[in-house]
């Protein structure tokens, strides 16, 4: 049996991407307790910045495991790399008011 699937598998690998996909859309939805029609209204552009790629990432408090929204890859990257602090955030912007231009 798991022969035959792998055959099919390599036969028609779009096929098996798009049904993985959506396998895991699906479980994310339920982790965050999104409906379907929740995150169709949220899936067309980044929470921060406004983009609108074909793939956002599920943005979410690391200490609740709480929800935020959908982001873009950079803007997740940044919140990744500044550990969601918010202080750091801040000096951060502070430094680009003072540097800019």
Same mark, same amino acid.
């Given at each position: 049996?798991?022969? =035959?699937?792998?055959?099919?598998?390599?036969?028609? /690998? *779009?096929? $098996?991407? &798009? @049904?993985?996909?959506?396998?895991?859309?699906? =479980?994310?939805?339920?982790?965050?307790?999104?409906? /379907? *029609?929740? $995150?169709? &209204? @949220?899936?067309?552009?980044?929470?921060?910045?406004?983009?609108?790629?074909?793939?956002?990432?599920?943005?979410?408090?690391?200490?609740?495991?709480?929800?935020?929204?959908?982001?873009?890859?950079?803007?997740?990257?940044?919140?990744?790399?500044?550990?969601?602090?918010?202080?750091?955030?801040?000096?951060?912007?502070?430094?680009?008011?003072?540097?800019?231009?």
């Amino acid at each position: 049996m798991r022969e =035959k699937t792998q055959q099919r598998r390599r036969a028609d /690998p *779009e096929k $098996y991407l &798009a @049904i993985a996909a959506r396998s895991r859309l699906k =479980k994310l939805l339920a982790d965050y307790g999104l409906t /379907p *029609e929740a $995150y169709e &209204a @949220i899936i067309k552009a980044c929470a921060i910045c406004g983009a609108a790629p074909k793939k956002l990432c599920f943005d979410h408090d690391h200490e609740t495991g709480a929800f935020r929204g959908l982001l873009c890859h950079p803007c997740n990257t940044a919140l990744g790399l500044f550990k969601d602090d918010i202080g750091t955030m801040g000096a951060a912007i502070e430094y680009l008011k003072r540097r800019k231009g």
